[in-house]
Each structure stands twice: as structure tokens, then as C-alpha cells.
């Protein structure tokens, strides 16, 4: 009876044991999250620069063979949409080359058709009959060539955009490497702003920007922005480009443009007093600091004043009862709920008042998937 009770009792363990791993494999995955470091920064200045208004892309469409341009059937600024005809080139050789390759391709036809009788009954030699075969093939081949090159004698848009620059008149010659036309893309542009060396490191990705065009009455929020990697030699200065949108195709390639950039001016970040952590500022030293650099900076633009961290506006979240919290990663890799009060916001940024210090990990996105605690990676 004792022996048949340990049984039982070691049965026991050895299930709980085997619960208790699956409850371990069954634990989640970390959550996959893509985060940003608060940087600390100063006050959020306005820079302003010159700008070249580009196409976001501009396509040459050219000839594939040589001959005379016939007719020109669109001019420098009209829009086209995708498999539009543009050009026509002269076409007389390119007929006569087709007629003369549908002949060859009827001959070998009617050939193949009368040897192959001779071949049905076996009086063909095997060896004359794959040369028939290889004529028809031949004929079949220069048949596609010769249809290929009469209509490569229509010349047609491969996109839809905007006839920038019009190369070849008619009645001139055109080769295969020169382009008869090109077409723009308008429908966004592209701002070229050259940037001094010494300001390249406050601009990212996500600076907000503001793009005046006096030419074309507007003003738009620039968006994404693309850095360069190599410096003018002369200037030391990088191109960078800022993407706009442009529905109204108002805004054309070579117009300038006046771009204010607001960034922030980076400072060293304090170091931390021994055995202890960096301690938020209060509200009269923050007033003071931001006092005294307003005087050597410029004014910022509508909407209040900025606070010492910017960060993407989709990282704070809302609760119910209307507070604002960002998901914090701590050293463990956990995200946890902190509350923050904001500032002004500026293009897809926003500033941080308080809740956050620099050297932290905020989560930027994937945030709809943590709850408090959970384990991420990035």
C-alpha cells in the first residue's frame, strides 16, 4: 500500500514538472519594437537656406535605332500619360525590310510543307530536313526583328509626367543615344538645399522644414529629407534634398525656394554626479537658460515655445483620462508606461516638457503590442 501511495505521489511530481515546462516554452517571444534615444539638446532654432526646386524623377526616352524624325507630336511642357505617342520616325526602311522578311518567312513555309511529304514517305534525307527546319526557324526570327524594328518607329512614353526639355526637332537625325524628349515627374518635388558642414549633423531624416516658393504663391511643409554624402570641394558644403508634395504641379523644376529649417542645437550632455542621477531642472532655471538663449537664436515660429527633447508625435500615446505616457525601455529590455506633458509640436515631432531624460529609449514604433512589462526587442 505504501509503495502503490510513492507511485502516485512521484507520478504527481512528474506531471507538475512537465506543466511546468510547457508553461516556460509557452512564454512569448519579446516584441518586436523600433525605438529612438532622447538626445539632450538646447532650444529649437530656425535655419534658413536657398533652394533649387528638382523633379522627383526625370526619365529621357530616345529612339532604339537611327533615322529621320518624321513628326513631333508633343511639346516642351504638355503632360502625357504612360504609352503615349510622342514621335514618329521615318518608316520606309523598316517596311520594306518587314516585306522583304515575310517573303522569306512564306518561302520557308511552302518549303517545309512540300519536304515534309518527301520526309512523311522517307525519301528525304534526315540531314535535309533539320536544314529545312533551321531556314524556317532563321526566317521565323528576322520575321520578329523586322516587326520590332517598325515599331520602334512609334516612339511612346514609358511613364506618365510632364515633357521637360525637347532634344531633336523633326527632320533631324536621331541615334539610339540621344534623347528626343524627356519627361518629368512633378507630381512630387524635390528641394536641393546645400547645407555648411558644421550645420549637417543637427539635420535628420525627420527635421521639419518649411518651403516658400514666391514664384508659385506657395507654402508647404517639406517632408522626408535626403542626405548627402559627399561635400562640394569648393564650398565644403552637402546637397540635401527635401521631398513636397505637389498635386497641383505648381511648383516646377529650377523655381527657388526659401527653406526654413528648424533644428536643434546639440550640447553636451551633463555628467552624472557621483552616486547619483541627473536631476530634472526646475522651472525658474529652465526660464532663465531659455532666456538667455533666445537672445543669440532666432524667433521660433507660431505655437509656443519648444522644450529640451523632440520626439516623433506617434510615440505619445493617450489614456483614457486623457494623461500622456511614452513606452520606456529600461536595461532588461522591458517597456514600461511614462507619463510625460508635452510642448509644441513642429512637422512630425513634438516637444517633451517633462517625464523623460536624455540617454532613455523610447519606443518609436510597434507600440501596440506592449503592455507594461513586456519584453521587446530592437
Known amino acids: 500500500m505504501k509503495e502503490i501511495r510513492i507511485l502516485l505521489l512521484l507520478a504527481i511530481v512528474m506531471i507538475g514538472s512537465a506543466c511546468s515546462n510547457k508553461k516556460e516554452n509557452r512564454q512569448k517571444a519579446p516584441t518586436q519594437v523600433k525605438t529612438e534615444v532622447v538626445t539632450a539638446g538646447g532650444q529649437m532654432t530656425n535655419e534658413s537656406y536657398v533652394g533649387i526646386v528638382e523633379e522627383n524623377e526625370a526619365t529621357a526616352v530616345s529612339f532604339t535605332g537611327m533615322g529621320v524624325v518624321k513628326r513631333m507630336l508633343v511639346r516642351e511642357g504638355q503632360a502625357v500619360g504612360r504609352g503615349q505617342l510622342l514621335a514618329l520616325m521615318d518608316d520606309t526602311q523598316a517596311r520594306n525590310l518587314l516585306t522583304g522578311a515575310e517573303a522569306q518567312m512564306a518561302q520557308a513555309e511552302d518549303a517545309l510543307q512540300r519536304y515534309g511529304m518527301l520526309h512523311d514517305a522517307g525519301s528525304l534525307p534526315e540531314v535535309q530536313w533539320v536544314e529545312i527546319q533551321s531556314k524556317v526557324a532563321q526566317a521565323r526570327s528576322q ?216 540617454g532613455q529609449r523610447v519606443v518609436t514604433e510597434g507600440y501596440q503590442k506592449l503592455s507594461e512589462g513586456t519584453e521587446v526587442r530592437f
Open 143 to 358: 520575321l520578329a526583328v523586322a516587326k520590332k524594328n517598325l515599331a520602334d518607329c512609334r516612339l511612346v512614353a514609358p511613364v506618365s509626367g510632364i515633357i521637360g526639355r525637347q532634344q531633336v526637332k523633326a527632320g533631324e537625325t536621331a541615334v539610339p543615344s540621344q534623347a528626343v524628349v524627356t519627361i518629368l515627374d512633378v507630381s512630387r518635388v524635390k528641394v536641393k538645399v546645400s547645407v555648411p558642414e558644421a550645420e549637417m549633423n543637427a539635420i535628420t531624416p525627420h527635421t521639419p522644414s518649411m518651403i516658400i516658393v514666391e514664384a508659385a504663391g506657395k507654402k508647404v511643409s517639406g517632408g522626408r529629407i535626403e542626405k548627402g554624402v559627399v561635400a562640394d570641394a569648393m564650398t565644403h558644403t552637402y546637397d540635401i534634398r527635401i521631398n513636397v508634395p505637389n498635386g497641383d504641379r505648381k511648383l516646377l523644376p529650377g523655381m527657388v525656394a526659401q527653406v526654413k529649417m528648424r533644428t536643434q542645437n546639440q550640447k553636451p550632455t551633463p555628467a552624472l554626479p557621483r552616486g547619483g542621477s541627473l536631476n530634472t531642472p526646475s522651472n525658474d532655471d529652465a526660464t532663465n537658460r531659455n532666456t538667455n538663449a533666445k537672445a543669440n537664436q532666432s524667433p521660433l515660429p507660431s505655437g509656443g515655445e519648444g522644450g529640451g527633447f523632440y520626439l516623433p508625435i506617434t510615440s505619445v500615446q493617450r489614456r483614457p483620462d486623457g494623461s500622456l505616457f511614452v513606452w520606456t525601455i529600461d536595461n532588461q529590455k522591458n517597456a514600461h508606461r511614462t507619463a510625460v506633458t508635452v510642448g509644441a509640436s513642429q512637422g512630425n515631432r513634438i516637444s517633451i516638457m517633462s517625464g523623460v531624460t536624455a
